[in-house]
């Protein structure tokens, strides 16, 4: 049964996920949010509430996700092993898996980082504090034992499995049979570009299991939540855990780079979706103070020498180039043609691949300890 906006509150009344006093009047509103699923948003006035996710589409891949990402939030909330992890996910509050339905609690008050950076562009230090958060955030994430994942990834519901688009220049026909024509160019070129097949066949041998990871970084899974008031602080909290796996480490943090970076290299974009023009030196020096707000307070939680910095960081860009593919893919996914920006993604992506150590002094501004 799919749910609708006059379905879902009987539904969650029936299962006790909400009480007929708390529906009593006029305090709920309940927002149809959908995207690639069916969203609901249940919220009071207050700004609490309930975010409910249901899949659509009864394919494998995505009825698996929906458990792995409940799978994740019921150790978040049971085990006490994974205690740690409850800062960083919403709390669950039921899950269905006949219907393949999610609820958890809604971030009060909150907004996704890509709306809250538009905001506070011309705000001095705001997104440099985001970008710190971010990394203590995901230090505590990384730091959780692998141990954590290991009966549910025996049980398959956390596959321990590459990003798809390491297999792509040398597998993309396969992957995706009905590319779009826009989507064959890019991996036309990536074949042509010398060298970049072989630098992603080396990452998919370095490909390390030795961390939960996300899986899926970009800032429309961080939500920004803010009192109101001029003394408000902003919080960041992760959300969409759907890809969340026994994984790399640093294929997270390099999602998190790329995407401070990746407006000055595929231009900037409006709430409207209207190109903004290139990057100015402002915009570009925001970007990399970002990147470095960011590196120290994730390094912080670690324990490295100044060679073992240098080495992550180097190891942390070239993932990051591969981020910067999938960009390009993501752009030209849905179009005949490979536009511009795409290829600005990939020029950049192979530099990146070429003199990792320079993009880690001059694209992304890192420090070095030099």
Not at 142 to 151: I, V, Y
Not at 171 to 181: N, R
Not at 333 to 351: C, K, N, V
Request: with cysteine; charged share 20%; net charge negative.
């Amino acid at each position: 049964m799919y749910l609708t906006s006059s379905t879902l509150v009987p539904y969650l009344v029936d299962r006790s996920v909400l009480t007929p006093a708390e529906i009593v009047g006029d305090d709920f509103t309940i927002l149809d949010a959908g995207r690639r699923n069916r969203n609901f948003k249940i919220s009071r006035r207050d700004g609490s509430g309930i975010f409910v996710k249901q899949v659509p589409v009864m394919a494998v891949e995505t009825t698996q996700s929906l458990q792995r990402e409940a799978t994740l939030y019921a150790l978040a909330d049971k085990d006490v092993s994974a205690d740690r992890l409850k800062p960083l996910m919403p709390r669950l509050r039921h899950y269905d898996r006949s219907r393949h339905l999610l609820a958890v609690d809604l971030v009060p008050h909150s907004q996704s980082l890509t709306f809250y950076q538009m905001q506070v562009a011309a705000v001095p230090g705001a997104m440099e504090d985001i970008a710190a958060q971010i990394g203590t955030l995901l230090a505590l994430c990384h730091s959780q034992s692998p141990d954590l994942l290991a009966e549910t990834t025996k049980q398959g519901i956390f596959p321990a499995a590459l990003p798809w688009i390491l297999n792509f220049p040398e597998a993309g026909e396969k992957i995706i049979p009905t590319m779009s024509g826009g989507a064959r160019t890019i991996l036309a070129t990536l074949r042509q570009e010398p060298g970049l097949a072989a630098n992603f066949s080396r990452l998919r041998e370095e490909w390390a299991r030795t961390s939960l990871i996300h899986g899926d970084l970009k800032w429309e899974n961080f939500l920004v939540s803010q009192k109101d008031g001029p003394d408000g602080t902003a919080k960041v909290e992760l959300i969409d855990w759907e890809l969340a796996d026994l994984g790399d480490a640093a294929w997270d943090v390099a999602c998190v780079l790329a995407s401070f970076i990746q407006p000055i290299i595929v231009g900037r974009f409006s709430a409207q979706g209207q190109h903004m023009g290139p990057a100015t030196a402002d915009d570009i020096m925001r970007a990399q103070a970002c990147c470095r707000a960011f590196w120290r307070t994730y390094t912080a939680a670690f324990t490295l020498t100044p060679e073992q910095q240098m080495l992550a960081m180097e190891r942390c860009v070239r993932f990051a180039a591969v981020r910067f593919v999938l960009t390009a893919y993501e752009i030209a996914q849905s179009i005949a043609e490979m536009p511009p920006s795409a290829q600005l993604a990939i020029r950049t992506a192979a530099d990146i691949l070429n003199d990792p150590r320079s993009a880690v002094r001059q694209l992304f501004a890192l420090d070095t300890g030099a």
